[in-house]
């Protein structure tokens, strides 16, 4: 009895006085340490994941914008009114500032503005006299800002994973630094060259505010589970905010946070719960701003029947499903083996699959391999179960499986969910490798050493060989078509880029080499995809640069006449129509014309046929056939007036 009159009395004295008749939060049991003076005791496996993340990526300073940087910086309206645009940006779909208006172009809309809101921010700061990419005088932003900005986030998430690593797993005492779990894998983080698109694009920025919101949110719930203080939950609920505001991934976060609390706290689901709660409600609160703002959830009820934009598009169940898990398999590699990487993973470089072939039945048995160790590890708190279980919930938002992400895939998806592959690589090397030869322990560490070298350094010399392929449009180009020869965008782009240095060559040897180059790669992308947009304004293109040269006009209007009747509305067409009006043979433009009036109105497509028509008039005002058939085409579009009107003036002039 005297015993345990003396335990009772311990424990009383660490019961919190209760004030007001008012019980005190129970304390949650926890393994989480925040040690004092953290970074103090922690500062050289800091400073050199921070100076590996920003020295491997120094010499993208230098670089240009490229890619999608257009859409979101450098000719986005909104984001060039500055201060003054940041309200429109946070107010519109992301790619309006872009189009001037919402254009629905894929699957789910985009609302990403607080990346497009610093780039405002930016522009308004770094604006200075200069040619934009049209070659046009105008006030331009300055790309080497943008690197650097993107480079100095890059060093800070690496900050912060390796803070966040070291409380879910704190290092034995025993164990040297460089040899802990948290900073093997923040090492390979940080590392892997599969975040190079991310890094080196300024438009990945996105991306790494997303993570670094993120991980903040996991950081600050961990905070509040060991005080019980709720302005740690207030502090969790605004950096997720401001994550989902970045990019809607961080929505992922939503289980990964309260996972990471079940694998590495002794919290009770109760309190695990309430600590999610308020993140709950911002992410609720986020998807009624998106949808009210976009107009919709994740449908505009228009289908999207470009395949640049939803690869899927006419694809059968099977077939949509047995192209993502090959996909899916790909990502993997890629975690383990970056090799060959490539920006572009658009059709068809990704061929389409059907169950019947053994890349999709060996990516859906590696999945259900996956699924199953997890939800096996899950109860037993494995740590290469949580590695499966954060990658797999990470990737689930773009891994084309809820809904269509506008693309097959890409390496800047993975880039949150690589965290999960580098915490399972570095668990093998730093504890199941000591832990599977704890006999053998200077074997074991030379083995575990060896394996951490040989991905470092693989990781390193790749990152060092992809980063350059990032220096400007060009570059980027040459170095995707090496890979992804079957892309129809990849081959669009390739001949863009020739196209646009054949504008500003003057060596005539040089510029038929060009124009040989271009033309190839132009009609490659057509043969991939026969209705590519892009590529057939690029044809058109190619086609009024042959005519410039030999001036064979006939060339030029079949050319023309073969690309508009299979894509209706290529602007560069009408444009170039209306260019010759005073330049060409009207005779052969007005019969180019009817001819085009003529093939729409048997297709049905009367706006086009009346278009054309109408040019025909302006080419050859005294071609009563030509009205006759302006008249025909507006009767079948409905509008008996105006057939009325053209057909009367066809009778005018003997037709």
């Known amino acids: ?189 940080v590392l892997h060259p599969i975040h190079s698109e991310v890094v080196a694009n300024v438009k990945g920025r996105d991306e790494i505010m997303t993570l670094i919101g993120a991980l903040g949110s996991l950081y600050f719930t961990l905070r509040y589970l060991k005080s019980d203080n709720f302005i740690w939950l207030g502090l969790s609920s605004i950096v997720f905010f401001l994550a989902l505001l970045a990019k809607e991934n961080a929505l992922t976060f939503l289980a990964v946070i309260p996972l990471s609390v079940y694998f590495f706290t002794n919290t009770s689901l109760k309190k695990n719960l309430i600590s999610v709660a308020p993140l709950l409600v911002v992410a609720i609160a986020y998807l009624v701003l998106r949808s009210s703002i976009i107009g919709y959830f994740l449908s505009s009820g228009k289908e999207i029947t470009d395949i640049m934009n939803n690869p899927f598009y006419g694809l059968n169940v099977g077939e949509k499903f047995a192209t993502i898990f090959y996909t899916l398999a790909l990502y993997v590699k890629l975690l383990i083996f970056p090799h060959p990487l490539t920006h572009d993973y658009y059709p068809f470089h990704i061929p389409v699959l059907t169950f019947g072939d053994y890349r999709a039945i060996l990516g859906l048995l590696m999945y259900i391999a996956l699924g199953v160790y997890a939800l096996y590890g899950l109860f037993k708190k494995d740590i290469i179960a949580y590695g499966i279980l954060f990658y797999l919930l990470t990737l689930s938002i773009t891994s084309n499986i809820p809904f269509t992400v506008g693309t097959f895939m890409n390496e800047r998806f993975v880039y949150i969910s690589s965290i999960g592959a580098c915490i399972i690589l570095a668990y093998l090397i730093t504890r199941k490798i000591p832990e599977w030869m704890k006999d053998k322990a200077p074997l074991a560490n030379g083995l575990a050493y060896g394996l951490l070298a040989l991905f470092a350094i693989g990781f390193t010399a790749k990152k060092i060989t992809r980063v350059p392929a990032w220096k400007d449009t060009l570059s980027l180009n040459q170095a995707a078509i090496k890979t992804s020869k079957n892309s129809a965008r990849a081959n669009c782009f390739m001949g863009t880029a020739l196209f646009e240095e054949y504008k500003t060559e003057s060596d005539p040897k040089v510029r038929d080499q060009l124009r040989e180059d271009f033309t190839y790669y132009i009609d490659r992308a057509l043969e991939i995809h026969p209705r590519y947009g892009s590529a057939m304004t690029m044809k058109a293109g190619v086609a009024a640069e042959n005519y410039k040269k030999d001036r064979n006009l006939d060339k030029l209007l079949d050319d023309f006449y073969k690309l508009i009747i299979v894509k209706p509305n290529l602007n560069f067409i009408d444009q170039y129509t209306e260019y010759l009006m005073d330049r060409g043979d009207t005779a052969k433009l007005g019969n180019f014309c009817k001819k085009v009036g003529a093939a729409f109105v048997e297709r049905g497509n009367y706006p086009m046929a009346v278009k054309y028509y109408t040019y025909g008039t302006q080419a050859t005002p005294s071609d009563g056939n030509m009205y006759r058939g302006l008249s025909n085409a507006y009767q079948a579009a409905g509008n008996s007036a105006k057939a009325q009107q053209y057909l009367n003036r066809a009778k005018a002039l003997g037709n």
């Open 1 to 189: 009895m005297a015993k345990r009159t003396k335990k009772s009395k311990k424990e009383l004295k660490n019961t919190p006085i209760k004030q007001k008749k008012t019980a005190p939060l129970k304390k949650v049991p926890s393994n989480i340490q925040f040690q004092e003076g953290f970074w103090k005791k922690n500062w050289l496996p800091a400073l050199l994941l921070f100076v590996l993340a920003t020295v491997l990526y120094a010499q993208t300073i230098n670089y240009t914008y490229v890619l999608d940087d257009k859409i979101v910086f450098t000719k986005n309206q909104y984001v060039k009114e500055g201060f003054g645009g940041i309200g429109k940006i946070m107010s519109t779909e992301s790619m309006q500032g872009y189009f001037g208006e919402q254009k629905n172009l894929i699957v789910g809309g985009r609302y990403r503005p607080l990346s497009i809101a610093t780039f405002a921010m930016e522009y308004q700061f770094t604006k200075h006299p200069g040619v934009d990419e049209d070659g046009k005088a105008a006030l331009v932003p300055n790309p080497k800002v943008s690197h650097f900005i993107n480079i100095l986030l890059y060093g800070l998430t690496a900050l912060l994973l390796f803070r966040v690593l070291c409380l879910l797993f704190p290092a034995p005492e025993n164990k040297k630094w460089f040899g802990t779990l948290a900073f093997v894998a923040s090492l390979l983080f």
